[in-house]
């Protein structure tokens, strides 16, 4: 017997008119936000948060016929002032992963690429039905940090989401997308009870709930595209150039962390003390 079918896993950012110049790539205009989830209700999608597809397929549990996850990385204010409201109107879920350091308040360590969410802003979108899951505290990537320093930023983020919100997150997205068996067992062993990579593919139960595939949406992804990518068709021709400079750059952090392995000097990681 068949196993459950791939899941259309939606990787959003910034959904701002004005991006900053670092995240406009990675960004959408509200207009087209909007119009991508007329085009998961036209199509008889049925958003599901992060959580809720996890555990059905951990538990057997039944799924809709035609699932699909909506989820926002870092924590923009966009977030909440254009994708809130558009959610609301058709009744949709979805999850927000953020960067703890990098939201407005308290715990703010500065670094955000545009303007974030506050936690005020994150309480309201939890209250709206949004998962509040975590991403890290800084945005490292987090295959490259010694074990200290890894589980201080898996660690403090999930201590303060859990503080402003009053509920500890059980999903968390790993920065840039990058993992590794070590990162995958700390967020597992600290809790999280799934976790999200990118790799613009369809999210299968088969690749293990700590490390579910998601597909990009970008300031250029038009609306038959959109159409195309949540309907399964066409995803590797889409993400060819990603899928090529992702095998380039994976090479490059490899090495750069043997060599920080080899350090003959014995010093410390400076990044220890950030």
């Known amino acids: 017997m068949s196993g459950p079918s791939p899941v259309p896993v939606l990787m959003y950012h910034a959904v701002t008119e004005t991006p900053a110049p670092a995240v406009r790539e990675l960004s959408v205009t509200p207009r087209a936000f909007t119009g991508q989830l007329a085009v998961l209700a036209d199509r008889g999608f049925t958003p599901l948060t992060t959580a809720a597809l996890a555990?059905?397929?951990r538990d057997g549990g039944p799924l809709p016929a035609k699932p699909v996850l909506i989820t926002f990385d870092d924590g923009y204010e966009g977030v909440h002032r254009y994708a809130l409201p558009a959610l609301v109107r058709h009744g949709f879920p979805a999850t927000l992963f953020v960067t703890?350091?990098?939201l407005r308040g308290p715990y703010g360590t500065g670094g955000g690429p545009n303007t974030m969410l506050d936690w005020?802003?994150?309480?309201?979108?939890a209250a709206a039905g949004v998962e509040i899951g975590g991403h890290s505290h800084r945005?490292?990537?987090l295959?490259?940090?010694?074990?200290?320093?890894?589980?201080?930023?898996?660690l403090r983020c999930k201590e303060?989401?859990?503080a402003e919100t009053g509920a500890a997150p059980e999903s968390f997205a790993y920065p840039y997308g990058h993992s590794s068996r070590r990162v995958r067992q700390l967020v597992r062993?600290?809790?999280?009870?799934?976790?999200?990579a990118v790799r613009?593919?369809?999210?299968?139960?088969r690749q293990g709930p700590y490390a579910l595939a998601r597909l990009t949406v970008r300031r250029g992804t038009g609306p038959e595209e959109f159409a195309r990518l949540v309907e399964g068709r066409g995803i590797s021709r889409a993400f060819a150039r990603d899928r090529a400079l992702t095998k380039g750059y994976a090479v490059v952090r490899r090495t750069r962390q043997a060599a920080r392995r080899l350090r003959p000097d014995g010093r410390r990681d400076p990044e220890d003390d950030n």
């Open 160 to 162: 303060i989401v859990t």
């Open 120 to 125: 005020d802003q994150v309480r309201r979108l």
């Open 189 to 196: 062993g600290l809790g999280f009870r799934q976790a999200l």
């Open 100 to 102: 703890t350091g990098w």
């Open 55 to 57: 555990a059905a397929w």
């Open 139 to 141: 945005h490292p990537p």
């Open 200 to 205: 613009n593919a369809l999210a299968d139960r």
């Open 143 to 154: 295959d490259g940090l010694t074990d200290d320093r890894l589980r201080r930023e898996v």
